[in-house]
Every structure is written in structure tokens, then in C-alpha cells.
């Protein structure tokens, strides 16, 4: 009698074993499943926050890259340079677009391009150089990056009682004039920068250029 009951004991134990072992494995599974989709997650918003990052960047470097225009008309207008024969510098040279387009720049241009379509496409297309830099590449020869920019110029007015012209401007577009009673100030930059990423995101910066030198 003593032999059988140690002989059903041990069986109880062993079969006791193996159920908390399937259920130690089972708690494993779901809490590796659990880590892998917040390591996931985490990897997917880092990724997010990086093409954010890029996008604000690249639109703040658009903005800087007319407003480089506008400085370098300034220099040219103190050097007494000038377009042709007879044809001073103005601060807005090359920014008055007689179009109501999209316009496109990078570091290697003097001014910015009106984009063929708009809204802008494939020339508004980022690419990566040999230095690593985003520029526009119509060659197709550089690395195609996800990223594209366009630029959107309008031009700022303040009727003739203005004295703050922040609080007192009007926007017009690039191709049309100012009423007769106002005075034309500056330009109002928009920066479109997007880019896929299961499904086109985009961000855009808006800053405001004045001949304040003037």
C-alpha cells in the first residue's frame, strides 16, 4: 500500500510540473509579444519624429535660402553693381516672380526657379550630393531622398496710415500689385516641405522678409 501511494504521489507531482510549465511559457510568449510591439511602437515613433525633425529643418533652410537672396541684393546695391548697363541692384532681385507658382532653390542657386507645374513636382524633388547635402537635381544622377520642398511667394502691403507693418499688412499675390494707397514692404515666404511615409506628410513654415535697410 505504501509502494502504490509514493508511486500515484510522484505521478501527481510530475503532471503538476508540466502544467506550470506551459503556463510559465505561455506568460513568456505574451510578455515577449508585448515587449517586441512596444520596442515596435517606440521604433516606429522615433522614425516619425526624425522625418519631423528633417522636414523642419529643411523647411527652416528654405526660408534662409531667400532671405540670402535678399541680403546678397544688398551687397550688390552697396558694391554699385549692376544687372546690365544702366540697371541697378534692387533688394527683391530675382524674388518677384511674375507667376503665382511654386518656386524651388538650393544652396547652388543664385535665385529660385518657378516650378513648370503647380502644384510643384518632381523638380521640387530632394536629392543628397557627394557632401551630403539636399539640393534639387534635374539630372536624376544623385540619390533620390523622400523628401521634396517648394516655396510660395506673396508680397506684403501697409496702406499709407500703417506704422507697424505686422500689425497693419495686407498679402497679395506675387504677381499682383498693391492697391494704389499702399505701400509694397516685403514678402511673405511660405515653405512646403513633404514626404511619404504611408501617406504624404507635410509641414510648412511661414516668415516674412523686409528692405528694412531701405
Known amino acids: 500500500m505504501r509502494i502504490g501511494l509514493v508511486e500515484n504521489s510522484k505521478k501527481s507531482e510530475t503532471g503538476f510540473t508540466l502544467i506550470e510549465l506551459m503556463i510559465a511559457l505561455a506568460v513568456f510568449t505574451i510578455g515577449l509579444s508585448a515587449a517586441l510591439a512596444l520596442a515596435l511602437a517606440n521604433y516606429n515613433h522615433s522614425r516619425d519624429n526624425l522625418d519631423k525633425i528633417i522636414a523642419a529643418n529643411l523647411a527652416r533652410e528654405g526660408i534662409e535660402l531667400i532671405k540670402n537672396v535678399r541680403d546678397s541684393n544688398w551687397l550688390k546695391i552697396e558694391a ?26 538650393d544652396y547652388n542657386d543664385d535665385w529660385p526657379t518657378v516650378a513648370s507645374n503647380n502644384p510643384c513636382d518632381s523638380e521640387c524633388d ?18 533620390l531622398t ?9 508680397r506684403i502691403c501697409v496702406d499709407e ?16 500689385d498693391c492697391d494704389d494707397d499702399d505701400t509694397y514692404i516685403g ?28
Open 146 to 154: 523622400k523628401y521634396s520642398r517648394a516655396l510660395f511667394l506673396e
Open 187 to 214: 514678402i511673405q515666404i511660405i515653405s512646403h516641405v513633404q514626404w511619404d511615409d504611408n501617406g504624404i506628410q507635410y509641414l510648412e513654415i511661414v516668415d516674412k522678409i523686409y528692405n528694412w535697410r531701405r
Open 161 to 176: 496710415m500703417g506704422e507697424d507693418p505686422e500689425s497693419n499688412e495686407s498679402i497679395v499675390a506675387m504677381n499682383s
Open 80 to 105: 554699385n553693381e549692376e544687372i546690365a548697363e544702366g540697371v541697378p541692384y534692387t533688394w527683391e532681385e530675382g524674388l518677384t516672380i511674375d507667376s503665382n507658382d511654386f518656386v524651388y532653390i
Open 126 to 143: 530632394l536629392y543628397k550630393d557627394a557632401r551630403n547635402y539636399y539640393v534639387h537635381d534635374t539630372s536624376g544622377t544623385l540619390s
